[in-house]
């Protein structure tokens, strides 16, 4: 089992920034990819942005420019810098990892953390 946590959402004005982390703990035995998802209200769950295979990351064309994805690799978290927040970024974020355990893969998510764009 992989427990996956997530920090650092809450409220934030047009323009100002937030930043997200998530940190993994248990039985991590090959990390395929970790990264963050959102979903807005009435919306589906899509892809913000995470890393894939070595340093590679994928990133939403919303995040593009604005957000940032980094890590850590000894201690197992992901970080999300969001800057120049838009109303349309409101939603509950969640970090997701895709851990291999012996050539199956396993998906793992977060509880959420709710971010809110709003003046």
């Known amino acids: 089992q992989v427990q996956l946590m997530e920090s650092g959402g809450g409220l934030v004005q047009p323009g100002g920034s937030l930043r997200l982390s998530c940190a993994a703990s248990?039985?991590?035995?090959?990390?395929?990819?970790m990264g963050w998802y959102r979903q807005g209200p009435g919306l589906e769950r899509e892809l913000v942005a995470r890393?894939?295979?070595?340093?590679?990351?994928d990133y939403a064309d919303s995040a593009k420019g604005r957000f940032t994805i980094s890590r850590d690799n000894i201690k197992n978290t992901v970080n999300l810098q969001m800057s120049s927040l838009k109303p349309e970024d409101t939603a509950v974020y969640y970090c997701?990892?895709?851990?291999?355990?012996?050539?199956?893969?396993?998906?793992?998510w977060g509880q959420g953390t709710q971010v809110t764009v709003s003046s």
């Open positions: 248990g039985r991590i035995f090959t990390l395929k990819t």
């Open positions: 997701n990892a895709l851990v291999d355990v012996m050539g199956i893969v396993y998906s793992y």
């Open positions: 890393f894939t295979t070595g340093d590679n990351t």
